[in-house]
Structure formats: structure tokens, C-alpha cells
């Protein structure tokens, strides 16, 4: 199927079937990914430039192995020790790699928008990798990808429910994940201690909770955010134990869920705070598969803008 | 002696055009007759007195690359402005009698808008110690203000309201309490957690304005909160009033004509301090005007360079261009959509923010200064960043199509600008 999309930003304009013919795409990735050659000529010819102003090292690699896969050159760039360490702007450090004749861009950037302005200064695509709090479309792609392959016979997402646990506020992958299952025709719970909770995101197929019990209740994806430390000193919460007390994941609150629900989470772990080391380890647990995953949604993602659009 | 005659112009309150008369300096009178040394012909467009910002970042000395007098003055010129108001924000800060003067004497060389300089509040805006209040007055300082930042220590803006009070100052205040404006980029709320963008409440907002009110029912201080931005802040200061406080209040044309959803493009021009607010806020603002609540339109001309503002939304200056665009943006969103009348509108430009200073009502009446401006009301054209006097040659309104442009001011009997 075409997508008319030149970029991924969020997935503002993105129908369902074009998200579900994504995960098709993603399924054939997969397959090359199993093959002793790992690796096919389709992005052959192709320069995608990873330019990551926040380090992420894991969904740097990811994409690049993604590019490569695919037989694309890649350029990296990481802010640490370039050119933006000496007071270069955003828009002639894009300016420079642009003149190296680069056909997709993946931003990363710790302030939300900055793909959405990167986009009106060059012709090349680009694909978010992480805006602020803002979206971060790959993660919540992989993790609706997960939960697809995770069912035998998986007859769709109307009517599945997608739990969230922890930080929403300040969670990019909350708000892309939001914003792609109620797509696909699923319905969200949010849930968090009300300073990290806004309840400003309401809208229709999410409901917003403080506890547990209502969350959990039907839901066949749990998913637990990282709860970042500095949230106790800024008076955003009281204590990691008042935390741990309300919200952490635990095979013993699972049963609040659905019998076959799986675990997610967006990485990387605090293991005993946010999610119980024992519940992260355990078959339920597709966490694994989530980084796993990674790789032939990104191929799919970058195949798709840069071939699948003509 | 140098006389003048505005032919055909369009008076408020007159049915026929009148020959206006500038001798000198100063306003002669109208149809008076006899020779004249320099004629323009208003072709029947509306002759005002000049308009008055109390609101204008001038960036000099020290930004110059943003903005200078030269630049600053001509847009206000084009604007339709006789007198801005410089806020003292610069590099150095204006603490010092001695900028002062020197800003007045290098402005007077100009002999484009006139200038009247806001001097700090406090001395390099660090909010700690006071300015020489009586000093900076008599070196022709109007108004105390460290405007940009939040006079965040309430003692220190009592003992501010307390000392200006015995000098007549008008002190100006940037109210928002830091403490819960924090990070802060755009307004919190709905569209601010759509987009992911740290939030700034109202409520930073109104907490500020009550405690600024407060002291000014206390102390007595002519206290003009700048730029009120929201529906809750401006109902604390109509409050306040109906209790005789001495405040007054100022709004701007973009809170008047844009709301949040604008940050959605992810475009930091249209990041601004206080944050650009909800339509309900919007309609509230228009309401305050309409109801007279509000003293006076201030621009908050605040330039920054294109480089600034292609930054990321977390990094990039907050501050509107403006001066150029204020008359005809508020003319055409206000009165032709009937919300104020023209004279209700002229107000807030010209005799509003007088009265907020304790200057005379301007006016053009023989005797009067001969400041004045010539507004064609008819023409529709686009707004044309490129084509501005300031240095900030983009603009949240361009390509809008408005209506009420200022085609030549006067100022000192003279015609300044282009």
C-alpha cells in the first residue's frame, strides 16, 4: 500500500490502514531479520543521518542497525562534543549535514517540535526519534507491533484496552501510544498519582485513573513507565516507597488484568520501582521482544518513506 | 518659524474635511488660511493625535543586533506612535541616571518618535537592591520597571511602590510568580499537554497580580500591570479597582488576537511572555476593553533575531514584534468586527495610556503638541514582515489582511519616518 506521508513526526494524518500496513511491512523486515543474510539492497544508494541532540544510545543503534539492514549509508550525529557544543544553531548544524546529500533525517531532541521545525528547512524526510515530552511514533509503533505478534490469530485492535502506568506527564512514549492505539481503534487507561497525571489529555476511547484497580481492569497490554528520580526533589511526588506502595506493577496486581495480558515497558527499567524484578522477568513479561522488535519497525518505518511513498 | 497645513483631513467628531495647521512645534488650529511652508494632503483619511506605547523593548544600548533607537523609533513612527516608553531590559540594564540621559540625548538626535525611558526598579533587574528612584526621575526617567523579569521578592516591590508613591513614579509590573511560572514555555493546559510543551498557569499570573494590587491599595504606588494576559488576572485588578486601589492594566495586541492553538505549529515566534492564552481568555480580554477595565493597549515590542527564534521552543527568547502592526491588527480584529467603536480604540493608543502616566490627554486642539498620525481606514493590505522599520522582519500576523494603517506621524510638527 502507498502512504502520501513524507514525514513521521507523530501520527497526525496517518489513517489506520496505513498504520496497519506498517506492521505488514514490519512482518517482511522481520523475516529478513531471520534469514543468515541479514540484510537486503532496498535503501541501496540511500543517506540517512541519525541526529540525535539528547544521546539515546539504544534507539540511536537501532535505527542505524535498521538503515543498514537495508543497505542505506548512515551518518551520525550526536550532539556531545560537535558543533552544537560551540553555540551552532539547530538550523545550520541541519544545514551542513544537508549539504552532505542526506535523504532521511532521525531526530532526537530533548525540546518538543524540533522534528516539526527541522521539516521546514529541508527537503529530506524526516522521522522522530523522540521530541521532549512530546511523541516518540517508533516506540509506540513497536509496542503495538509487540502486542500484535504476541496473540496467534490477533483479530485486531478494536476493543483491546492498553494500560499506562506511571509518569505520563512528562512521557512521550504515553502520549504516541495514546495517540496510535486510539487509531487503531483500541481504547487507553492512563494512570498516575494526579502531579503526573494531566488531565488535560482527556478525550475520547482514554480514560484517566488514579489507582490500579480500574486500570488494569480488561486490559491485554500493561505498560510501566520509567519514573525518573529527580520527580521526588522538584515535589512532584513524596517517595519512591509512596510510589512503589500505589503504583508499581507486580505479578500480584496483574490479576487485576486480563488473564492473557502482557507486560511492557519502554525501557530502560528501574527494576523494584516502577515494575517488580520478579514480574519483569516473567512470561507474561515481552520486554525482550519490545527491543527486538525495534529494528523491523524502524526498517519498515524508513522503507516506507523513503521507497514506499513512489 | 516652520508652518504646516494637513489638507483634507478627517477629524473625529467633525462631518467635514478641515485644513489642520501645525506652526512650529505645536498645533494652530483648523482653516485658519495664510501661507505655510510644508502642505500634506490627508485625502480625506483620519487625522489623531499620535499614539503612546508604554510598552516598547528598544534593545539599546547593548542588543543592537535585535534592535536599536534608529530602528525601534522609525517602526513606532510607522506604527503611528509619537512617544514609546523604552523598557530598561538592555545591556547595561538602565539603573544608572547617566544611560539615561544619554538614551534621551542620542533619541532627541534622531528626531523620530519621542522617547521617554522606563528606567529598573531594581539595580541590574537582580531584584535585591533599589534604583536611585529620585535620580533617574530627574534625569527623565517615567517609570520604574524591571520588566521581562518578576519583581519575585514582595518586600522589595513594597519598599519599590512605597518610595516611588512620594515621587509620583509609576512603577510597571511583570507579574508572574516564578514559582509556579517555573519552566514554563506556553500556556498550560490542554493544548500544552497535546503538545507536549512545559506549561505556564494562569494562576502564576494571578497570584502575582493580587499580591502587585495588593500593595498598591497598601502604599498608594500608581502600580500598571503590563500585559495582562488572562481572564483570572483581570478580574482581580477590576476587583481591586471597585476598591479604589490605584492600579491599572495593560494588554497587548497579541493577547488580544492569538490563542495557544498558535503553538502548534512549533514556531517559538510565537512564544511570548506572559504565554499567549485561551480563546476564552481572548474573549475575556475584549470584553475588559469594551467594559473599560482595561487602561491601556501596550505593544511589549519585544524583537529578537531570527537566529533566536529558530531556536528550539525550550531555548528560544520569548517576545513579539509588533509596534507596526498594533493599530491596524486591533482596528481590524475589534472595531469592523464590532467588538469596540474607533473612538473607544483611539483611546486605548492615546489618551488611555496618558492618563495611566498622569500625562496631559493628547489632543489637537491649537496649543497641543503637533503630534499627530494619518490612518487610512479604507485600504486592505497584507501584513509584510519584510517590509518593516524594526530589525524583526517577521511577524505572527503575516500575510493577514487589516485594515487601518498609519500612512505618515508627525511628530514635534514634522513629519517623521518614511
Avoid at chain 1, 210 to 238: C, D, K, Y
Wanted: one cysteine or more; charged letters at 20%.
Amino acid at each position: 500500500m502507498m502512504v502520501k506521508h513524507r514525514h513521521l513526526l507523530d501520527f497526525t494524518g496517518w489513517t489506520a490502514d496505513e498504520l496497519l500496513a506498517l506492521f505488514d511491512t514490519t512482518d517482511v523486515m522481520a523475516q529478513v531479520l531471520q534469514r543468515t543474510i541479514k540484510k537486503v539492497p532496498a535503501l541501496q544508494g540511500f543517506t540517512v543521518s541519525t541526529l540525535f541532540f539528547e544521546s539515546s544510545t539504544r534507539t540511536r543503534l537501532s535505527f542505524e542497525r535498521a538503515a543498514r539492514a537495508q543497505s542505506a549509508d548512515v551518518i551520525s550525529f550526536a550532539a556531545g562534543g560537535s558543533s552544537l557544543a560551540k553555540g551552532e544553531s539547530l538550523k545550520d548544524t541541519l544545514r551542513t549535514i544537508d549539504a552532505m546529500q542526506v535523504d532521511l533525517y532521525v531526530v532526537r531532541h530533548a525540546a518538543a517540535g524540533v522534528p516539526y521545525q527541522l521539516a521546514r528547512w529541508t527537503d529530506a524526510a524526516i522521522v522522530n526519534a523522540g521530541d521532549g515530552r512530546r511523541a516518540h511514533p517508533t516506540q509506540a509503533l513497536l509496542d503495538a507491533y509487540t502486542f500484535r505478534t504476541s496473540f496467534p490469530g490477533f483479530d485486531g485492535f478494536a476493543g483491546k484496552k492498553l494500560a499506562i502506568i506511571g509518569d505520563i506527564l512528562h512521557s512521550r512514549v504515553a502520549r504516541s501510544n495514546l495517540e496510535l492505539w486510539t487509531r487503531l481503534g483500541a481504547t487507553v487507561a492512563l494512570c498516575g498519582p494526579a502531579t503526573l497525571l494531566p488531565r488535560e489529555l482527556e478525550q475520547p476511547r482514554l480514560s484517566l485513573h488514579h489507582r490500579l484497580e480500574p486500570t488494569l481492569e480488561g486490559a491485554q497490554a500493561v505498560m510501566a513507565l520509567r519514573l525518573q528520580q529527580e520527580r521526588m526533589t522538584s515535589g512532584l511526588l513524596p517517595s519512591l516507597a509512596e510510589y512503589r506502595a500505589r503504583y508499581q506493577l507486580t505479578e500480584a496486581v496483574m490479576a487485576l488484568a486480563h488473564p492473557n495480558a502482557i507486560v511492557m515497558h519502554p525501557g530502560p527499567m528501574n527494576r523494584d520501582v516502577e515494575i517488580s524484578s520478579s514480574l519483569a522477568d516473567s512470561p507474561r513479561s515481552v520486554i525482550e521482544r519490545q527491543v527486538a522488535n525495534g529494528v523491523p519497525v524502524r526498517m519498515a518505518v524508513l522503507y516506507t518513506l523513503l521507497v514506499g511513498k513512489k | 518659524m516652520s508652518r504646516t497645513i494637513i489638507t483634507n483631513a478627517r477629524l473625529i467628531g467633525e462631518q467635514s474635511l478641515a485644513d489642520l495647521y501645525l506652526k512650529d512645534s505645536l498645533i494652530e488650529g483648523v482653516n485658519l488660511g495664510g501661507e505655510v511652508s510644508h502642505t500634506f494632503d490627508a485625502a480625506g483619511k483620519l487625522v489623531t493625535p499620535a499614539f503612546i506605547d508604554l510598552h516598547t523593548h528598544l534593545r539599546e544600548p547593548g542588543q543592537e543586533v535585535k534592535e536599536d533607537l534608529a530602528s525601534g523609533l522609525a517602526a513606532a513612527a510607522a506604527g503611528g506612535y509619537g512617544t514609546v516608553v523604552s523598557m530598561a531590559n538592555t545591556d547595561p540594564v538602565i539603573d544608572d541616571p547617566g544611560l539615561v540621559t544619554d538614551l534621551l540625548a542620542k533619541a532627541e538626535r534622531l528626531g523620530l518618535a519621542r522617547l521617554r525611558p522606563a528606567a529598573a526598579l531594581s539595580r541590574g533587574l537582580k531584584g535585591a537592591q533599589l534604583t536611585d528612584f529620585a535620580a533617574l526621575q530627574a534625569a527623565g526617567a517615567v517609570m520604574l520597571t524591571d520588566d521581562g523579569i518578576p519583581v519575585a521578592d514582595g518586600h522589595l516591590l513594597r519598599r519599590a511602590c512605597e518610595y516611588a508613591a512620594e515621587l509620583g513614579l509609576v512603577i510597571q509590573t511583570h507579574s508572574e510568580e516564578p514559582s509556579l511560572r517555573q519552566d514554563g514555555v506556553m500556556n498550560e493546559g490542554t493544548v500544552s499537554q497535546r503538545l507536549g510543551l512545559p506549561g505556564n498557569p494562569v494562576q502564576a499570573e494571578a497570584v502575582m497580580v493580587y499580591r502587585d494590587c495588593e500593595l498598591a491599595l497598601m502604599t498608594g504606588a500608581r502600580v500598571h500591570i503590563a500585559h495582562v494576559s488572562s481572564r483570572r488576572g483581570l478580574q482581580l485588578i477590576e476587583w481591586f479597582k471597585a476598591q479604589g486601589a490605584p492600579v491599572t492594566a495593560e494588554v497587548t495586541p497579541h493577547h488580544l488576537t492569538l490563542t495557544d492553538e498558535t503553538l502548534g505549529a512549533f514556531d517559538p515566534i510565537y512564544k511570548v511572555a506572559p504565554p499567549l492564552r485561551t480563546a476564552e481568555d481572548v474573549a475575556y480580554l475584549r470584553g475588559a476593553l469594551a467594559r473599560a477595565v482595561v487602561d491601556s493597549i501596550g505593544t511589549d515590542h519585544a524583537p529578537h533575531t531570527r537566529a533566536e527564534k529558530d531556536l528550539d521552543l525550550l531555548q528560544a527568547p520569548s517576545g513579539i514584534a509588533n509596534l507596526e502592526v498594533a493599530f491596524p491588527l486591533l482596528y481590524t480584529k475589534l472595531v469592523l468586527d464590532g467588538v469596540l467603536t474607533l473612538t473607544d480604540l483611539l483611546h486605548y493608543f492615546q489618551s488611555g495610556p496618558a492618563k495611566v502616566m498622569g500625562w496631559p490627554a493628547p489632543s489637537l486642539a491649537p496649543g497641543a503638541p503637533a503630534d499627530l498620525t494619518v490612518i487610512d481606514l479604507e485600504s486592505a493590505r497584507p501584513v509584510t514582515p519584510s517590509a518593516f522599520q524594526s530589525k524583526a522582519k517577521f511577524s505572527p500576523w503575516d500575510g493577514w489582511q487589516l485594515q487601518g494603517w498609519p500612512v505618515a506621524t508627525f511628530v514635534r510638527g514634522r513629519r517623521v519616518g518614511s
